[in-house]
């Protein structure tokens, strides 16, 4: 009887399981509603971006709900929060003055910033008035002025104290600084290209400039004359898919160019780049909706393993003999050189002007020096006097070295170095002669940032992860630590992904933090960890009342059955448990990052959204993927660039699969863009019995041809010395070598003008399907680059429309018309 029984509950069970019902009709009216014109229209702030002052410790924000925008001063020292002005009042005062209505609500005050004693504020509002310009730009050679209408600006100033509003009526806002130039922190020059050479100004003439950029008593001062085409002082426009076509290009070659320089603190040197890009070939992409004929791009282009390789060159000049000299750098063949910036002042951000500043002295600058391989790294210190190039730290690995900015402690009296050399990211104290002196961060943990330095208290505030127990190990925290390596302490306990801007003091941080199944919240700290007040709640209202659910985490193992792997999923709204869904990978395989989300996000087009089709969207990291974690699993994929991630990924949906009987294993497709596009393609191909659909966009199939840092850097390049000559091999496995493996649904996408990722990458691919006599579907997006821009939500459609009849099932006839972006559009012209 017993055996009996427990039979009837084995068949009655599995006949549960097989009366489940497939999902197969896709909700197209669901996902419309977030599309990305809607969320905008339903989340607003989510975050607190403190404009820190320069007198005080003070910081405003604005901060956006459904019920407008708001604006706040916050006094840490007195623990007070408050608004800088009565909406209500504010508006009405304006509204007197513009003749235009305004309400509390709708506000648009615009470049709000403090000035003069920090009592007073100044903004602008546009109003609903036409006033008549002349550009002068056109009064070259005798041209008529080209008359031109715009709304008329209002500027004010506004005491926050008294709350007294002037209107400036003489004001004349300064003119934006151009693309061009490059001003010292003095403001006494300013440097800029022409004719791939060096020029400057003076404040004066910049001046002149900046009202009409064609005036011919504007006095240039030529710094070189040796500069050429490819072999520039600056990074001409053909350069590694700068987006200009040679039409552009000649009608722009006599324009001031912008100059990537840095100066030293006191204005009286800088330092910069030349890179010799003459023996680099050539790239092409053709505009074909260029009116009135298609345009041609040419750019120089670095692919992988060829021997025509940029040769970087490090120059110093200074502005008081007016001259410049290269410094003697060459170490390694086809080396990079990279020099650090200072890190900017957070209380300059609102200034018209942010100077680059190089990190150091006004003796001394640090930069870096690369092997090709990446496997060597020298930290290098140069020295303005004496022409000195000093070596200090040498790191040294047999995959690629990763390095971040240099940390300076009495302005380079002591060094903060940080380095993956025992398998974690961690910082090291050295002299300020390279001598190592002490390892101020361990553990099995990664380190991040560096918020900030303490040179007095000898204290070091940074980020990391991964250190706090029973925790996603990518919730990115602060912390503080003694620089012998002592007194390490969590600054904003919570079990969240934390964002942190820490004040130039040091002394007061402000913390955003959330996770993707919570709502974003904000806090303001002092740097001794105490929590002084909570400041913003983000206001998701108008997203919950439209049904918005958030989506779920996980754990599960990756394909050796030890390595934990952290994921979201994500489900429809109308979510029912006695359904069976197919299920949709979002991918991204790294290793530079990983596509999951760890705090709270309104970017749902690939996975809250394309889930309210009737899909289970999983998002998953893989060995080899972000570099958040030890070196081991950043670079389990070296030397494998295509094949690393894909097991990991097949087991992950089988795990889940497994535990879940809504989602269905037989029907599994996967989705990426750029990497993605490249890994979801070759899940289909590696995997082609069990990936059923793949979208593919933009994908690097072939990173033979794709670009040298990312190829080489993250999937290795042999060097070879013979004979006193040093040569390079690269050899990679590709999309197309394994294309007649194709079973299922593939569509492949690409703009057509992706300086990039070049769509060669994708024809090469569809060129190997055609001649294995492969079916599959390809969308080009005309005039549309690396990102899709205006063809972003036809191109989501189009994913929609493939994913709902080849992997859901669904039948139904759609209209060639996409009547949900139609219905998005209105219909006004």
């Not at 600054?491 to 913390?511: C, P």
């Not at 005309?782 to 899709?788: D, L, S």
Request: aromatic share 14%; net charge neutral; glycine share 6%.
């Amino acid at each position: 009887m017993r055996k009996l029984f427990f039979l009837y509950v084995f068949i009655s069970t599995t006949t549960v399981c097989f009366a489940q019902q497939l999902v197969t009709k896709a909700n197209y009216e669901q996902a419309a509603k977030y599309s990305p014109n809607r969320l905008k229209k339903m989340v607003f702030s989510t975050s607190v971006d403190p404009h820190w002052l320069k007198k005080s410790n003070r910081f405003w924000y604005m901060y956006e709900t459904t019920n407008g925008k708001k604006w706040y001063i916050v006094d840490p020292l007195k623990n007070e929060k408050k608004a800088l002005f009565d909406n209500d009042k504010l508006a009405a005062a304006i509204t007197l003055i513009v003749k235009d209505p305004f309400d509390a609500q709708h506000l648009p005050i615009d470049s709000l910033k403090f000035v003069r004693d920090e009592n007073w504020i100044q903004f602008q509002i546009k109003s609903s008035i036409d006033e008549v310009t002349n550009d002068t730009t056109k009064k070259k050679n005798h041209e008529a002025a080209n008359t031109t209408t715009k709304k008329k600006v209002f500027y004010f100033e506004y005491n926050i104290n008294t709350n007294e509003l002037v209107e400036l009526k003489d004001f004349k806002r300064p003119v934006r600084k151009p693309a061009w130039a490059n001003i010292s922190p003095d403001s006494a020059y300013v440097l800029f290209g022409r004719d791939n050479n060096l020029y400057w100004m003076d404040k004066q003439n910049y001046e002149k400039a900046l009202q009409n950029e064609d005036d011919s008593t504007i006095v240039e001062h030529a710094l070189t004359k040796d500069g050429i085409e490819n072999f520039s002082y600056y990074n001409s426009s053909n350069l590694s898919g700068m987006g200009e076509s040679n039409v552009d290009k000649e009608k722009n070659k006599k324009k001031r160019k912008a100059v990537w320089a840095y100066w030293s603190p006191n204005s009286r040197y800088f330092s910069l780049t030349r890179v010799d890009n003459r023996n680099v070939q050539d790239l092409w992409v053709i505009n074909s909706i260029a009116q009135p004929r298609p345009t041609l791009e040419t750019y120089k282009y670095w692919m992988p393993g060829e021997k025509q390789a940029p040769v970087d060159h490090l120059y110093l000049f200074d502005m008081q003999k007016q001259e410049g000299k290269e410094l003697p750098v060459a170490e390694f063949k086809d080396q990079d050189i990279s020099i650090w910036a200072a890190p900017g002042k957070k209380n300059n951000r609102d200034d018209d002007t942010r100077p680059n500043i190089w990190l150091g002295t006004n003796q001394a600058f640090y930069f870096t020096r690369t092997s090709r391989d990446l496997k060597r790294v020298d930290i290098c210190k140069a020295w303005v006097g004496p022409d000195t190039i000093q070596t200090l730290i040498q790191e040294r690995f047999n995959t690629y070295v990763e390095v971040k900015r240099l940390g300076l402690v009495n302005e380079g009296k002591e060094l903060i170095e940080w380095s993956e050399r025992d398998g974690w990211g961690h910082f090291y104290l050295y002299d300020g002669n390279g001598k190592f002196k002490n390892q101020i961060t361990s553990g099995p943990y990664h380190c991040e940032d560096i918020l900030g330095i303490d040179s007095d208290k000898r204290i070091l505030y940074f980020t990391a992860n991964a250190r706090e127990k029973n925790e996603n190990p990518y919730y990115l925290h602060a912390y503080s630590v003694h620089l012998d390596g002592t007194g390490l302490t969590l600054l904003d306990a919570g079990n969240y992904d934390h964002a942190i801007e820490i004040n130039d003091d040091n002394r007061y941080f402000v913390d955003n933090y959330s996770r993707v199944n919570t709502v974003p919240a904000s806090a303001l700290y002092n740097t001794d960890g105490k929590l002084l007040m909570n400041l913003e709640t983000a206001d998701l209202s108008a997203l919950m009342a439209t049904g918005y659910k958030f989506p779920e985490t996980f754990t599960v193992k990756a394909d050796d059955g030890i390595t934990d792997l952290y994921g979201v999923l994500y489900k429809p709204f109308d979510f029912d448990s006695t359904k069976k869904y197919p299920v949709i990978e979002y991918v991204y395989p790294g290793p530079q990052t990983e596509a999951v989300n760890t705090s709270f996000s309104t970017n749902m087009n690939r996975t809250d959204r394309l889930a309210q089709l009737g899909f289970i969207v999983v998002t998953v990291g893989n060995r080899g993927g972000n570099p958040s974690r030890s070196k081991w699993y950043h670079t389990y994929g070296y030397g494998n660039l295509r094949d690393y991630g894909l097991a990991d990924k097949k087991t992950a949906a089988e795990q889940l699969c497994n535990k879940y009987s809504y989602m269905d294993i037989n029907r599994v497709g996967i989705h990426g863009h750029s990497g993605g596009g490249f890994m979801s393609a070759a899940a289909m191909l590696v995997y082609p019995d069990f990936f059923k659909v793949a979208v593919s966009s933009s994908g690097n199939h072939d990173n033979s041809i794709y670009n040298r840092w990312w190829s080489e850097k993250h999937h290795g390049v042999k060097e070879i010395i013979k004979g006193g000559d040093t040569s390079f091999v690269y050899s990679i496995d590709k999309n197309p070598d394994i294309a007649s493996h194709l079973k299922g649904h593939l569509m492949l996408s690409t703009g057509d003008i992706d300086n990039n990722v070049h769509p060669a990458n994708t024809i090469r691919l569809a060129n190997a399907l055609i001649k294995a006599n492969k079916r599959f579907d390809l969308v080009v997006l005309p005039g549309q680059r690396h990102g899709y821009g205006d063809m972003t939500e036809y191109f989501w459609w189009r994913m929609a429309d493939y994913f709902s009849k080849y992997l859901m099932g669904d039948t139904t006839e759609r209209s060639v018309n996409i009547t949900e972006m139609d219905n998005d559009i209105p219909m006004n012209k």
